[in-house]
Antibody
Framework: QITLKESGPTLVKPRQTLTLTCTFS??????????VAWIRQPPGKALEWLTL???????RYTPSLEDRLTITKDTSKNQVSLTMTNLDPVDTATYYC????????????WGQGTLVTVSS | DVQLTQSPSSLSASVGDRITITCRAS??????LGWYQQKPGKAPKRLIY???NLDSGVPSRFSGTGSGTEFALTISSVQPEDCATYFC?????????FGPGTKVNIK
């Protein structure tokens, strides 16, 4: 059974840096083909893909946010982290991590999501 | 970026109705499209992968068709538990993109 869970702060001040962690089980990022992505959803709005990382450390970012995002993995802990700098109230959203594979780049398993509010 | 448009943006259906949601891509994406169902306050759940393949455990009343730029998700006989928002997502080209969603209400 594959599970993912996001953790991190729920309230961040403008211009601060956000770090979220995705802890997963049921698969390993040391296995060929495996990957983890971050997706966000502002309240009442559509989903937005942010970034992903594959087992071979291949990383991809959405161009509009690339200069603010960093994704890393800790294979030994089964964790993937997302860092986003210079937060703004428009970054208020539910942040999800999700599993994908290199051969099937849609998201077959999702975490429950964590709501991050950016406010002073 | 590949833009995805969905129609309709919302619909209201009676139990047992057949409904179809369409997703159009701004450029050809082969069959690299997934469909997701999201209920209020919950994470999305994938229903269909590679345009027409049903995920394990998903009821057979759901089906997906299409390739290139035109795709559809059909529910053959809508049930009360299908009340949700449905999103398409392309993974043919980075950045991956999602459609704006179609909200399905049950009368």
């Amino acid at each position: 059974q594959i599970t993912l869970k996001e953790s991190g702060p729920t309230l961040v001040k403008p211009r601060q840096t956000l770090t979220l962690t995705c802890t997963f089980s049921g698969f390993s990022l040391s296995t060929t083909g495996e990957g983890v992505a971050w997706i966000r959803q502002p309240p009442g709005k559509a989903l937005e893909w942010l970034t992903l990382i594959f087992w071979d450390d291949d990383k991809r970012y959405t161009p509009s946010l690339e200069d603010r995002l960093t994704i890393t993995k800790d294979t030994s802990k089964n964790q993937v982290s997302l860092t986003m700098t210079n937060l703004d109230p428009v970054d208020t959203a539910t942040y999800y991590c999700a599993r994908l594979t290199v051969t099937m780049k849609s998201f077959d398993s999702w975490g429950q999501g964590t709501l991050v509010t950016v406010s002073s | 970026d590949v833009q995805l448009t969905q129609s309709p943006s919302s619909l209201s259906a009676s139990v047992g109705d057949r409904i179809t949601i369409t997703c159009r891509a701004s450029q050809a994406i082969r069959s690299n499209l997934g469909w997701y169902q999201q209920k209020p306050g919950k994470a999305p759940k994938r229903l269909i992968y590679l345009a027409s393949n049903l995920d394990s455990g998903v009821p057979s009343r759901f089906s997906g068709t299409g390739s290139g730029t035109e795709f559809a998700l059909t529910i053959s006989s809508v049930q009360p538990e299908d009340c949700a928002t449905y999103f398409c997502q392309q993974h043919n080209t980075y950045p991956f993109t999602f459609g704006p969603g179609t909200k399905v209400n049950i009368k």
